[in-house]
């Protein structure tokens, strides 16, 4: 597991606590909405069912196995297995942050978009930190087919928006899975801003120039 640090899970759990506090308080999420994950020596660590990312208990952070069996704290986010699907078919993923934030998934239910690459090169920092960005279609929740779907894309691709839903990010540690979700939900608004606007957004030569191919 290349470029991954594990942590201890009582250290893990401070950060995810931390970390969604943070996100929570900047209004990036809402209610009880939004979930975190960290992969931890044997398993993870996820914020638990019903839990405000504004206040987490770190003891009670929910710790699953290598198998997925919860072996500690309380029941886990019912997004569970997308967080599953992410670590499944990423060897260096680290940690997952499955945010409810509003211009992501404003985005997410626009008619036109394009389902392979959701949004534009605005920015060279949104096209280093994520790239390309294909749409999931949607899925009533709990739907299991959703972590299907979900593992088709995610061995190519670390960030997937959900239609009608969110944005699912994985990082080789929180750190990167925070700033990527927040440059997601940045370059959402400004996609937004630009609507009926004429817009420059950045050309195959500049893309290339920052080590990016277009191709998907
Ligand atoms: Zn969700």
New binding site residues.
């Given amino acids: 597991m290349m470029g991954i640090s594990i942590m201890t899970p009582s250290h893990a759990a401070e950060r995810i606590a931390s970390f969604g506090k943070s996100m929570f308080d900047r209004g990036l999420t809402a209610g009880t909405?939004?979930?975190i994950s960290m992969r931890i020596e044997g398993g993870w660590l996820m914020t638990p069912t019903n839990s405000s990312l504004g206040e987490l208990d770190p003891g009670a952070m929910s710790r699953l196995d290598a198998a997925g069996k919860l072996i500690g704290g309380q029941a886990p986010t019912k997004?569970a297995f997308?967080h599953r699907a992410m670590y499944e078919m990423r060897s260096d993923c680290g940690a997952v942050v499955?945010l409810?934030s509003a211009h992501a998934v404003a985005v997410s239910c626009l008619a036109d978009i394009d389902a392979g690459n959701v949004l534009p090169p605005i920015t060279a920092y949104y096209a280093m930190k994520i790239g390309t960005l294909p749409l999931i279609p949607y899925f009533k929740?709990g739907d299991l087919e959703l972590a299907d779907a979900v593992r088709a894309l995610a061995g190519k691709h670390h960030a997937v928006l959900?239609a009608n839903?969110?944005p699912v990010v994985a990082g080789t540690s929180i750190e990167a899975a925070v700033a990527a979700v927040e440059e997601l939900e940045e370059t959402a608004k400004l996609f937004l801003l630009l609507q009926g606007h004429r817009v420059r957004y950045l050309t195959d030569a500049q893309l290339e120039e920052l080590g990016i191919s277009r191709s998907r």
């Fill in positions: 909405s939004g979930n997004e997308l499955h409810h929740p959900l839903h969110r």
